[in-house]
């Protein structure tokens, strides 16, 4: 069963209608010359908005923020990196790298963005040690040549003192273990300590510095 909806009309945007749904494949043919971009949330576990055919989920949340649950909300955003909770699986702790700028694969990324995409990689990690008590997580790239497929990385945790080798670990299984309905408030959780714990070690104020101290290096 799926619930067709409208959101209010932000001023010069069209209109959007999502529908919500149980499971991912209860969802209908997309409609010709439009695409779903999806989140899990909504009124049910999962919502897609109906959007056209040539907009990428990044360029999605970037045009259209208000639309993006609370719960996938940058928990960090600084020069061109964003961190959020990955939009398609309620993991808690499972974050998503971004970039606002296109690349297709992270040897072609600029050495200054990869040097603060590891520091930051880094601090998250950090963060998911020390505050979420996250000891172990899989680092995940990917590179396809969907045209609406930018580089990142992800950050996949497994709970627990130990973890297992990342070429006997089915991460789709895994991912595909957590339900939206009974991970939301820990998923909503985790992102705030997260922030919280960027701001204790001020994390942008670090990045900036880095980034000056490369450029200064004339990098």
């Known amino acids: 069963m799926t619930n067709n909806n409208k959101v209010e009309i932000v001023e010069g945007k069209k209109e959007l209608q999502f529908i919500d749904a149980e499971n991912r494949e209860d969802f209908p043919p997309e409609p010709k010359g439009m695409r ?21 989920r990044a360029d999605f949340m970037e045009k259209y923020p208000e639309y993006v649950p609370e719960q996938n909300k940058p928990i960090y955003e600084n020069k061109g990196i964003i961190v959020r909770a990955d939009p398609k699986y309620p993991c808690p702790g499972f974050y998503i790298f971004g970039l606002n700028k296109t690349y297709r694969a992270f040897d072609l990324l600029d050495d ?40 990142h990385f992800w950050l996949v945790p497994v709970e627990g003192t130990t973890s297992p080798d990342l070429l006997d670990f089915d ?49």
């Open 171 to 219: 991460v789709k299984e895994y991912l595909s273990s957590f339900s939206p309905k009974k991970e939301m408030d820990k998923i909503l959780s985790y992102n705030e300590r997260l922030r919280n714990y960027f701001k204790k070690i001020d994390l942008v104020k670090q990045d900036n510095d880095l980034y000056a101290n490369l450029i200064k290096m004339g990098m």
């Open 112 to 151: 200054i963005t990869f040097l603060r995409y590891s520091f930051i990689l880094k601090k998250t990690k950090e963060g998911m040690r020390k505050e979420l008590g996250l000891n172990y997580a899989h680092l995940l790239s990917n590179e396809k040549s969907d045209v609406f497929v930018n580089v």
């Open 36 to 56: 779903y971009i999806h989140f899990y949330g909504g009124t049910k576990n999962y919502r897609a908005y109906i959007a056209p055919e040539d907009i990428s």
